[in-house]
């Protein structure tokens, strides 16, 4: 099976909570990443997290992470128009591995 | 800071001739380059990583003489698909890292180009 995964869709009203969920398979994973990309463009880094912390939290964005379990969990708060975009997760081993990409999740935010 | 752009967005060629993409990191210099290969509703896929001055390492089941990558400088490197073919076409993004980058381990990525072969 695929080492990251993430479910492909989520619509939201503006306003409301978005929370993208995230698993992965290898418990050496070290870092933890959430990227964002927007239609025809590259990837942006939004935030990420160490193994050993369990919540990053750093404006409207909140990174949980349940190591047990091996998931990670972005929940954007007051979610906006312009938070319409396709959200990666990523993990690699250390700082300066390669990262492994899950597929994707597109968010959809209506007004 | 940590700015990284590619050349060109967007290139239609057609089937059978070469096309170069160009990866800069403008403001900071990139020991390692990443290229990367994204499919529709796929992840990103990870073509192959270079360091500066010495041969890429191509990931498993890319074939290196057909996507031919050369990393001349610290804040240059190309990616050249040759002998193009429609299934070749995709959307490919870089990625720069290290060097003078601060924090050295996080990657900047390229906003991508998208090639179309006919």
């Known amino acids: 099976g695929e080492d990251v995964e993430q479910s492909l869709f989520l619509s939201v009203r503006e306003g409301d909570s978005s929370v993208i969920n995230c698993t992965y398979t290898d418990s050496s994973s070290t870092y933890l990443y959430w990227y964002k990309q927007e239609p025809g463009a590259g990837l942006q880094l939004l935030t990420y997290i160490f193994s050993n912390m369990d919540m990053k939290q750093d404006q409207r964005l909140t990174v949980l992470l349940n190591k047990k379990d091996k998931h990670l969990s972005l929940r954007i708060a007051d979610t906006q128009t312009g938070d319409s975009a396709i959200y990666f997760c990523a993990e690699s081993l250390t700082g300066y591995s390669t990262l492994t990409f899950g597929k994707g999740t597109m968010l959809l935010v209506s007004p | 800071g940590a700015v990284v752009s590619q050349h060109p967005s967007r290139v239609i060629c057609k089937s059978g001739t070469s096309v170069k993409i160009e990866c800069r990191s403008l403001?900071?210099?990139?020991?390692?380059m990443f290229w990367y290969r994204q499919f529709p509703k796929k992840s990103l896929m990870l073509m192959a990583t270079s360091n500066e001055g010495s041969k890429a390492t191509y990931e498993q089941g890319v074939e290196k003489d057909k996507f031919l990558i050369n990393h001349a400088s610290l804040t240059l490197s190309t990616l050249t698909v040759t002998s193009a073919h429609p299934e070749d076409s995709s959307f490919y993004i870089c990625s720069a890292r290290g060097g003078t980058a601060q924090p050295t381990y996080e990657q900047y990525f390229g906003p991508g180009t998208r090639l179309t072969v006919t």
């Open positions: 403001d900071f210099q990139a020991t390692t």
